[in-house]
Structure formats: structure tokens, C-alpha cells
């Protein structure tokens, strides 16, 4: 079996809406970053716990010693990471012992992996973490990632997760309904979706035709906010035409923008943004690693700074002109908090530095009124409505 499905089940919420583009995508090399590495040690890292959690044993604290120590495990492993995962693990442990107390045949599969042909032509993946019982089945899917949260409702990959996991276990188990489950640690924390089965069954078969579609490179493309990660971005002639489309805002008044216009930029502005930034990086990279040449530009060395090649050195010599030590060696400084997490934990560095951490309040930023957060409130103008009465005596 391959790596990867083409209808990537991780992938569902692109090639669901923009049928074409799995084929396309095809064409292009898979990139590789720090982040997912990162993402693939903390799964490692996370099933290694949980499988010495369930079945305690020399042979599996020697592997989540081995993964500690292995080339990976030195450069991703921390208290920090350690201590993200265990929420996950912490969240599949009591899920999987609340079914035992439900059912005491319930069994927990990790990684296991999962076939949903039956709905998407060549769809398969691997379910994190599966709990099944009579009557209930769960999904649980860890996502290391902080920048992009990812919620479960309608949330196609653990739907699709779900199928695959149901079509298997339901010849063993009475399943009436089914749980998914996000646990994202460090964007979010968890958020659930439950389903009977006749719906997640009902959504499988309205899928159907949109994969066959899809499998066969069909349909029309559709550009969106799920073309964030798609590997065909940078040369997607329908995503250019989209983003050219939506800045070519119609302006009543010639000379000035009124506030309603204004309001329309600024919600196509991070988009925009964000499509010319990665076009851009993708631009010089391709330059960079294979030597590609772009009409009418160039690569050029960029800013460079000056390094010393001896720092010790250097400072012997000042010290020899005369210089006190104070003046050519910086104070020492404490680590930043996501460097001090690392090292200690965060839940540990809380409780250590309690009494010296404050978090004093944000400086305004404008967003969607879709934001989550709450409204800003100036302090200027909460000081401004309080009247001669409520003033403090002097």
C-alpha cells in the first residue's frame, strides 16, 4: 500500500471542494519542514506513552527511552513537548476508561489503520488513537500544530476516519453512534463532534459521487480558504485569478474610501497578503534550489552581518587595551518563556514562577468580528464615563 491515498483523508476538506486538485497536487513534490517532523515525533512520542500506559513492560520503556535519545528525540523532545502530549494521552486514557466502565470488552487501538475505500476510491489512513464498546465508538486525533487550529466539527478527516474505523470494528461491536475527537494542545485544546451512525453513514454516501470525481481529476477548480496547504498554491492558475479577482474592489467616491469600503479591504487584506508573501518565498526558492530564472528578476546576496570568528579572542584583546570586563560582556539574561517551557514544563515554570508572572493586557489589534476574543475595552474611555459622584475623594 502506498504511503500516501491520493484522497489523502488529511486532504478531504481540499478535494471535497475543489475536486481537481488531489491530481494536481500529485504533481508536486511533497515539502518537508521542522513542524511536521516535530508533529511525527510528538505522535511517536504520544503512542509510546500510551502503549506503556495500557501495557507497562521493560520492553516499552526501553522504546520511549530509545525515542528520547534517537537523533529526532534529541532535537524535538523537551518537558515542554512532553507535557503536550501527556494531554492528549491523559484525554485518551480517561475516555478509554470511561468505556471499560461502560463496556469491559471495550478495546483501544492505536494507530491503527483504517480503509474507507467503500466511500473514497483508494482512501486509507491511520487513526491515532480508536476506542470502540457497544454502542459507542470514538475517534481521537492529535494535532501538534499551534499556528492553524483545527476543530471536529464537520471535520471531514476524522469523518472519513470514522467510516473506515466503523466498516471494521462493526462485525465485532454493536455501534450506534460515534464520537470524534481533536485534542490539540497547544491551539484550542479539545473540541468533539458525536454522530449517530445512520448520519456519519448518510454523509459517507454524500460524498460518494465527490470522490469518484475527485479519484478522476473531474470538476471545476475552487479556490478558497482550504488552498492554505495545497502543494499546487504557487502555480494554481485559479487561485491567482481569485485573489486578483477579489482586490479589484470597485470604489464609489473617486478621491476618498468610505468606511464600508475601507472594512472590504481590510477583510480580503491578510488574504491577499499571505497568497503574494508564499508566492514570493516560492519564487526564490525555486531559484535557490534548481536554478530557476523568472522574467525581470534576479537573485542578489542579501543583508549580511558582520560574525566574529573568535569571540573569546576578541574579548582577550579588549581586555588587553584596557577595557573592564563589565563593559565588553553583556549581563546575564533568563531565558524567554517558549525557550524556559522547553527546559522545565509549562505547567512546572507556572507553579515555580507564580509569584514572579504577570501577563499584563495586549496591545489593541483590529480582527474579524468573527474573532473569538472579546472586545477590546479603552481603559481611557472607561476612566472618562465615571462621574463626579463615583470619583475618589481627595
Avoid at 98 to 118: G, H, I, P, V, Y
Avoid at 309 to 338: C, H, M, N, Q, W
Wanted: negative net charge; glycine residues 6%.
Amino acid at each position: 500500500m502506498a504511503a500516501h491515498a491520493l484522497l489523502a483523508p488529511s486532504a478531504a476538506h481540499r478535494w471535497l471542494a475543489c475536486t481537481p486538485s488531489a491530481k494536481l497536487e500529485a504533481k508536486f513534490p511533497d515539502s518537508k519542514s521542522e513542524y511536521a517532523d516535530e508533529g511525527t515525533f510528538a505522535h511517536k512520542w504520544g503512542e509510546l506513552q500510551l502503549l506503556n500506559f495500557f501495557e507497562p513492560s521493560a520492553e516499552h520503556e526501553q522504546e520511549l527511552a530509545t525515542a528520547k535519545q534517537s537523533d529526532k528525540g534529541k532535537k524535538y523532545w523537551s518537558h515542554g513537548l512532553e507535557e503536550y502530549v501527556d494531554e492528549y494521552v491523559s484525554t485518551v486514557t480517561n475516555k478509554f476508561l470511561e468505556a471499560q466502565r461502560r463496556d469491559s470488552a471495550a478495546t483501544l487501538l492505536l494507530e491503527q489503520e483504517l480503509d474507507m475505500s467503500q466511500w473514497v476510491p483508494g482512501g486509507f489512513g491511520h487513526g491515532d488513537a480508536v476506542i470502540v464498546s457497544d454502542g459507542l465508538m470514538e475517534i481521537i486525533d492529535l494535532k501538534y500544530g499551534q499556528n492553524v487550529r483545527v476543530v471536529a466539527g464537520n471535520n471531514p478527516q476524522l469523518r472519513l476516519y470514522a467510516l473506515g474505523a466503523w466498516q471494521e470494528l462493526s462485525l465485532v461491536y454493536d455501534i450506534d453512534r460515534v464520537a470524534m475527537t481533536i485534542v490539540q494542545p497547544r491551539n484550542g485544546g479539545v473540541s468533539s463532534e458525536e454522530l449517530s451512525i445512520e448520519e456519519l453513514l448518510g454523509w459517507g454516501d454524500a460524498i460518494k459521487p465527490i470522490a469518484a470525481q475527485a479519484m478522476r481529476g473531474d470538476g471545476a477548480f475552487v479556490p478558497g480558504k482550504h488552498c492554505t496547504f495545497c502543494k499546487a498554491k504557487e502555480r494554481c492558475k485559479a487561485l491567482a485569478d481569485y485573489e486578483l479577482e477579489i482586490a479589484k474592489t470597485q470604489f464609489e467616491d473617486v478621491t476618498l474610501l468610505s468606511d464600508k469600503e475601507i472594512s472590504v479591504m481590510l477583510n480580503q487584506a491578510d488574504e491577499i497578503i499571505s497568497y503574494l508573501n508564499n508566492l514570493k518565498k516560492y519564487a526564490a526558492r525555486e531559484a535557490i534550489d534548481n536554478g530557476k530564472e523568472w522574467p525581470g528578476w534576479k537573485l542578489v546576496a542579501g543583508k549580511s552581518n558582520r560574525k566574529l570568528t573568535d569571540p573569546a579572542k576578541a574579548a582577550e584583546i579588549l581586555l588587553k587595551a584596557g577595557y573592564a570586563e563589565s563593559d565588553i560582556y553583556k549581563p546575564r539574561e533568563v531565558l524567554g518563556f517558549t525557550e524556559m517551557e522547553k527546559l522545565v514544563g509549562r505547567k512546572k515554570l507556572a507553579t515555580l514562577w507564580n509569584a514572579v508572572i504577570i501577563k499584563p493586557p495586549g496591545n489593541p489589534t483590529l480582527v474579524p468580528e468573527s474573532d473569538e476574543r472579546p472586545t477590546w475595552s479603552n481603559p481611557k474611555e472607561d476612566f472618562d464615563e465615571v462621574t463626579d459622584e463615583e470619583a475618589i475623594p481627595f
